[in-house]
DNA sequence: GTCTATACTTCGATAGAC
DNA sequence: GTCTATCGAAGTATAGAC
């Protein structure tokens, strides 16, 4: 069979994937992307038809990828607790694998979900659902306390994604923050893992009442 | 005494925040803020002396801010498992006083840090530090399990940012992830207060091995 | 301090040959 | 599928009168 040597189209993705991670949808410059994967401006609007389009493409891609990721942690036989772990664990693999993707999540978000149509709302959907099932396998069998899915979703991942999408930030932030040792950047996910087992630990104890 | 009638740059400042949270810094037009301050633009070029000093002028007014709330918050008398209540607590209503905040730093951390100068990030800094702080005590006071303050405040605090900086999206997103009753956006702190409080709880036990 | 008018640059997108 | 050349719109910033 021949190979249809549909590079083009995956080289954009590629470049597009640095632009829009490096500086926002607005900010990207359709030029830059295009000089990136090494094809000129034409040939960026003959594979995706708009900066938009180019933009969900890439959006939906990436979504799709990390919700099979958690689903195959959701899917395989572990505790509840240890699937907790491999979230965690996972999110931050992925995010090591794609640099971009947090940024451009965080970005999203700030966006107020502006550049999402129905079909990749749907495709950013299917992360949260896909670790929301695990929480709630846990608060069924009892392993964890009673909780919102998705808040738990958040509580889990935000820091994750917060964190490893600014640590060149936090390098330089941390010598103005605490005269401690600088925080060696892969300790984080081990401490996020301790601390989410006890987060969503079931406790008897504690009236906790709100505090304003 | 007379009023100085230093009305343009105020608000020339709270039309730049609505504008730089909702577009970004790089999609954020000068045009648009002068027109919803009422003043034209050579006025906003006359009292900032660029976008990038406007930016940074309101960077570092609202991490004053923050930072002084924080500090207020660690000042008092209280333990220390109620102070981090308050700290969720006050972050919350800090958002809810100044919708733009959590956008605007979300945006910065996927810049990584890009238009800030060292005045701006030292006014950063002192939000960690204050809470990282009243983190510290509570470890030193065996209130918390030994934890790094700053990997406490990413734990803490990135869920509340991420969360009330899209509200507008997981209202969309919560029908498509669970099939529970809709969350109510204001039980998040709620959530996240009861649940902080197991995070940094002193816990003997858990050898809690690192997963892959 | 405040205005109008505009210089200069860069953007997203397309035309049309090959 | 791939290219060069370019259009019209929109951007940041400034000049200069008042």
Known sequence: MSRPARVSPDRILAAAALEFAGRGFAGARVDRIARRARVNKAML???????????????????TLAAERMQTIGAAGASPAEKIDRVIAGMAAFIDEHAFFPKIVLREVADGGAHLDRETLAALAAVPRSVGAIVQQGVTSGDFGPVHPLFAYFSMLAPVMF???????????????????????????????????????????SPARPTT
């Open 163 to 205: 964190f490893l999408a600014g640590s060149p930030i936090w390098k330089e932030l941390a010598p103005l923050v605490t005269e401690a040792s600088t925080p060696p950047t892969a300790d984080f996910v081990v401490h996020q893992q301790h601390g989410m087992r006890r987060f969503l630990s079931f406790a008897p104890d």
């Open 45 to 63: 609007y003959y594979h995706f038809k708009s900066k938009d389009r180019l933009y969900r493409t890439l959006l939906r891609r990436m979504f």
